[in-house]
Structures are given as structure tokens and as C-alpha cells.
């Protein structure tokens, strides 16, 4: 296992009849497997949800990866928030928070 992999992470959104999909990426230097763990939280207007979900991911060199897809109702004025962990074997190689708010 190489020490540095060149980690990226990015999300794209689509909205579309009041709902949010959320889709997560990933990109790698080199090839490699990680493992994922994705938790969504979006709260306002006095409620909230929270989604986690887990699994593998394989990431070509260089090649963007899709991680996960999640559909949310957000709230204009409320806080909407993807956490990722990725791991390779049992290292952590990256977390990242991403804001996935109304805009």
C-alpha cells in the first residue's frame, strides 16, 4: 500500500420535484479498493434525518468513482451534511464533510 493515493472526493446534485439527489465521487492517483462510510444529516424547520450507508468502492487510476446516491428533502435555511470516510485496508486515507444545504 502506497502511503499517499492522491485522494479527491466531490459531490454531485439534482434537483428535481422538491427532492435532492445526492451523488458522491471519488478519484484516486492509482487504482485501489476502499472502503466507505457515508452519513447524510439534514435537519431544519424543527425536524431532522440522518442516513448512513457503508460498502466497497473500486477507484481506476485517475478514474472518477461513484460512491453513493442519496435522495434528500432539503430545507432552504436548514443544514444539510455528508460525511465520507474512505479507507484502504485499515488505514484512513481521507474524510471528508460536504455541504449538501438548499441553496
Known amino acids: 500500500m502506497q502511503a499517499d493515493i492522491n485522494l479527491q472526493a466531490w ?4 434537483a428535481g420535484n422538491g427532492m435532492t439527489t445526492i451523488v458522491a465521487y471519488v478519484s ?6 476502499l472502503q466507505y ?12 434525518s440522518a442516513v448512513a450507508q457503508s460498502g466497497m ?4 487510476q485517475n478514474q472518477p468513482s461513484q460512491v453513493s446516491t442519496m435522495t434528500v428533502t432539503p430545507v432552504r435555511g436548514g443544514k444539510c451534511e ?12 481521507g474524510q471528508y464533510t460536504l455541504d449538501c444545504s438548499a441553496k
Open 37 to 48: 462510510d457515508i452519513r447524510l444529516r439534514n435537519s431544519g424547520q424543527g425536524s431532522s
Open 82 to 93: 455528508v460525511g465520507l470516510t474512505l479507507r484502504e485496508g485499515n488505514a484512513v486515507v
Open 57 to 60: 468502492v473500486h477507484v481506476g
Open 28 to 33: 484516486a492517483a492509482r487504482e485501489t479498493d
Open 11 to 14: 459531490l454531485e446534485s439534482h
